[in-house]
C-alpha cells in the first residue's frame, strides 16, 4: 500500500458563534494516496466543506479556527505552517475548484490573465510562457477556440465553460492533489456529466489524486474509490465505493443511499432521512445521529460513539453496526 | 469604445440645450437692467435706450436667445460688460487655475482614501479600522472655508514653510505651482477623501469576502497582492461613481477655496462678476462650469468599462 498523500488526523475546527465557539468538524480523520480520489460526503452544514478549506488553510478567520489535529501532506503538517510556505503549496502542490464557478471567478479580469497569474505565481516564466501555459491547460479542458477564449471575461461563458475554466486554472500547475468543493453541484445535469468525465480523464491521465466534496452520492459512484461519510462535524463512516454502496455499515449512510432517487422505481416515494441534521451548539448527547435514526436504542443517546475500525480500510461510528443489516444501493 | 464615446457625446445634445436655455434665462432672472448698471448713475432716459438698443437688448427674447446660441457656437461668449474683453479669452486665462486646483484636490483624496480605505477595509473593526472610521467622519465635519484658515495660520503665517495666497502656473515653475496648490488642494480635497474613504471601506469588507477572493487566496497569492489586485479593482467600481459625483462637486468648492486662498481661478472670477453685474461672464463661467462637468462624467463613464467589464459596451 503507497503512503499516503494527505493524512488528516484529529481535525478539529471551530467558528466564533452567539453561542461561543462551537465545533463544526470534530476530530476527523481520513487519509488519501497519491492518484486515489476520495469522495466526502454528508448532507450541507456536515463540515465537509469547512474540512476542505482546512486542507488549504483556508477557513476564514475570523471567526474559524483551526483548535487542534493535524493535516500532513507529503510528510509536513499544514497546521501552524508559516503563510509564506502554505502560499507556496496553494496553487501548486495543492489546487481547488469551488462550487460556484459564476462568484469564484473574478469579473473583473480575463480568463487568460487569472490562469496565466497562478503559472507566474508559481513558476519562474515570462508573461508569455504563462499565456502559453493557459492556451494549453484550456485546451485540456476542452475548451474550444482555447487561444481566442484567454481575452474573455468570466460573464461572457457559459456556466459549464466557465467550471472548466477553473479546472483549468486549478491543473495549471500540475497539481498532486486536486479539492474539488462541488464542483458541479451548480451545473445542469447533462453539463454535470461532461465535467466529472473531464475530472475522470484528467487524473487518467496525470494521476494527482483528488478530494471531490459532495452531498451526491450518485457523483461518488462515478467518480471515487474510496468514501468518508459525514455527519454533523465527524466521520461516520469510510469504505471503498463498492463497499459502501453494496453494505453500508452506518445507519446514515444506508439513509443516504435510500435517498438516492434511482431509474425504474417510478411512483414509489423516495425514503428521505426524518428530521435535520442538529447545529453545531446543540449537539445531542451520544451518537450525533441517533435522533433521526430508525435503529437507535437507549444506549445510542448515553454514550459518545468511537470511529471502529471493522474489517480492511473500513470504519464506522455504530455501535450496532455489528447486528444490523442494512440495505445497499439497488 | 469609440462608438460608445460618439454615442454618448450625442446624448450631450438635449443636455446642453437645456442648459443653454437656463443660462440664458439669468438675463431675464436676474433683477437690474445691465444696461443701466454700463451706463452709470447720472446718464439719461436716452442714453440709456441707447445702450440697451446697441446690446439688443430690445429685441424679442427668442432673438436674443438665437444670437446667445449662435455666438456660444462660434466661440463667442460675449465681451466683459466690465473690463471689455472678450469673455472666452478670461475665462482661458482662468481656467487652468481652476483645473488644477480640482485635480490636485482629487489627487490628494484618491492619495489619503485609497490607503486608508484599504486598510480599514480588510481589517474591519480593528484598531486601525477604528481610527479611520473617526478621520473619516472629522474629516466630513470639517467645514472647508474653516480649514482653509487653520492652514494658513499653521503652514504660512506661523511657520512659513508654504505661501498663503497665490498662484503660480505649472508651466512657469512647477516646484512653486506645488508650493501654491498644495494647501488650498488639502483643503478642497478633504471631504472628499473622507467620503471616497468610507465607501472604498465598505466596498472593500463586502468584496473580500467574496469567493473569487477565496480563490485567488487558493492560488497562492499573497494576502496583499490579492487585497491589491483582485480586491481594489472590484471595490473601486462604486468608488469610482462617488468619484464623479465628488469631482463636480470640487468645482463647485473652488469658489470658497479661490477666495480664500486670493487664487484667480473661475470660482473668483464668478464671485467679482457676479458683484459687478457682468452677466457675459457670469453665463460665460456657467458655460465653462457645465463644460467641465460633462467631461468629468464622460470620462467616468468611460472609465467603468475599465473596472467593471459587464457595463463594457460590445
Redesign the interface.
Known amino acids: 500500500m503507497a503512503e499516503a498523500m494527505l493524512e488528516i488526523a484529529d481535525l478539529v475546527v471551530e467558528f466564533l458563534t452567539d453561542y461561543g465557539w462551537v465545533r463544526v468538524v470534530d476530530g476527523v480523520s481520513f487519509s488519501i494516496r497519491p492518484g486515489e480520489t476520495l469522495g466526502l460526503v454528508g448532507e450541507s452544514g456536515s463540515g465537509k466543506t469547512v474540512t476542505s478549506l482546512s486542507v488549504?488553510q483556508?477557513v476564514p478567520s475570523p471567526p474559524g479556527r483551526i483548535a487542534g489535529g493535524s493535516i500532513r501532506f507529503a510528510g509536513r503538517d499544514l497546521v501552524g505552517l508559516p503563510?509564506?510556505e502554505?502560499?507556496?503549496?496553494?496553487?501548486?502542490d495543492i489546487?481547488?475548484v469551488?462550487q460556484?464557478s459564476m462568484?469564484?471567478?473574478?469579473?473583473?479580469?480575463t480568463i487568460g490573465d487569472q490562469i496565466a497569474?497562478?503559472v507566474r505565481?508559481?513558476r519562474a516564466c515570462s508573461r508569455r510562457e504563462a499565456r502559453e501555459r493557459a492556451v494549453e491547460v484550456l485546451d485540456l479542458v476542452q475548451i474550444p477556440d482555447a487561444r481566442a477564449r484567454l481575452g474573455a471575461?468570466p460573464?461572457e461563458f457559459s456556466g459549464g465553460m466557465r467550471q472548466r475554466a477553473?479546472i483549468a486554472?486549478a491543473l495549471a500547475c500540475d497539481p498532486k492533489l486536486l479539492i474539488a468543493d462541488e464542483p458541479t453541484t451548480a451545473l445542469d445535469v447533462t453539463v454535470q456529466a461532461q465535467v466529472l468525465d473531464l475530472l475522470r480523464s484528467l487524473q487518467e491521465r496525470f494521476g494527482m489524486a483528488i478530494l471531490f466534496v459532495t452531498h451526491n452520492l450518485g457523483v461518488v459512484a462515478d467518480l471515487c474509490d474510496r468514501v468518508a461519510v459525514m455527519y454533523a462535524g465527524r466521520i461516520v463512516e469510510t469504505a471503498s465505493v463498492f463497499d459502501l454502496f453494496e453494505s453500508p455499515r452506518h445507519p446514515y449512510t444506508e439513509g443516504l443511499l435510500q435517498a438516492m432517487p434511482q431509474l425504474g422505481e417510478r411512483g414509489q416515494r423516495l425514503a428521505a432521512i426524518p428530521g435535520t441534521p442538529p447545529m453545531p451548539w446543540q449537539m445531542p448527547q451520544g451518537c450525533r445521529f441517533h435522533p433521526r435514526c430508525p435503529y437507535a436504542e437507549t444506549a445510542c443517546t448515553e454514550r459518545d460513539v468511537r470511529l471502529e475500525a471493522v474489517g480492511q480500510e473500513r470504519h464506522v461510528r455504530c455501535r450496532r453496526s455489528g447486528e444490523l443489516a442494512l440495505a445497499g444501493a439497488e | 469604445m469609440l462608438n460608445f464615446i460618439l454615442q454618448r457625446l450625442l446624448a450631450l445634445v438635449p443636455l446642453l440645450f437645456i442648459v443653454s436655455l437656463l443660462v440664458f434665462s439669468l438675463v431675464l432672472i436676474i433683477p437690474g437692467d445691465p444696461a443701466f448698471m454700463l451706463a452709470g448713475e447720472d446718464a439719461t432716459p436716452e442714453e440709456i435706450a441707447a445702450i440697451r438698443a446697441d446690446m439688443g437688448l430690445d429685441d424679442p427674447v427668442l432673438v436674443q436667445y438665437a444670437r446667445w446660441t449662435g455666438g456660444v457656437l462660434r466661440g463667442d461668449l460675449g465681451t466683459s460688460l466690465f473690463s471689455d474683453q472678450p469673455v472666452l479669452e478670461v475665462l482661458l486665462e482662468r481656467l487652468p487655475v481652476t483645473i488644477s486646483l480640482a485635480a490636485a484636490a482629487i489627487v490628494i483624496s484618491l492619495l489619503i482614501a485609497i490607503p486608508a480605505g484599504v486598510i480599514a477595509g480588510t481589517r474591519p473593526g480593528s484598531l486601525a479600522d477604528r481610527i479611520v472610521t473617526l478621520g473619516a467622519s472629522s474629516g466630513l465635519a470639517i467645514p472647508n472655508f474653516w480649514l482653509g484658515l487653520m492652514l494658513i495660520l499653521v503652514f504660512a503665517i506661523w511657520n512659513g514653510w508654504l505661501p498663503a495666497t497665490g498662484y503660480v502656473p505649472i508651466t512657469e515653475h512647477p516646484v512653486a505651482w506645488l508650493r501654491h496648490i498644495l494647501l488650498p488642494a488639502f483643503t478642497l480635497g478633504l471631504s472628499a477623501a473622507a467620503i471616497l474613504t468610507r465607501q472604498l471601506r465598505g466596498a472593500m469588507i463586502e468584496v473580500m469576502n467574496q469567493d473569487y477572493i477565496r480563490t485567488a487566496r487558493a492560488k497562492g497569492l499573497a494576502w496583499r497582492f490579492v487585497v491589491l489586485k483582485h480586491g481594489l479593482k472590484n471595490a473601486a467600481i462604486p468608488m469610482v461613481t462617488i468619484l464623479g459625483l465628488q469631482a463636480n462637486y470640487l468645482l463647485g468648492g473652488t469658489v470658497i477655496v479661490e477666495q480664500i486662498f486670493g487664487m484667480p481661478g473661475l470660482g473668483q472670477l464668478a464671485v467679482a462678476s457676479v458683484f459687478t453685474r457682468d452677466l457675459p461672464m457670469i453665463q460665460g463661467v456657467v458655460v465653462m462650469a457645465v463644460f467641465v462637468a460633462v467631461f468629468v462624467n464622460l470620462l467616468v463613464d468611460i472609465s467603468y468599462g475599465w473596472f467593471n467589464p459587464k457595463v463594457r459596451p460590445q
Request: aromatic share 10%.
Open positions: 488549504m483556508l503563510e509564506a502554505l502560499e507556496a503549496i496553494r496553487g501548486d489546487a481547488m469551488f460556484e462568484t469564484s471567478l473574478n469579473p473583473a479580469f497569474e497562478v505565481r508559481h471575461f460573464h477553473a486554472m
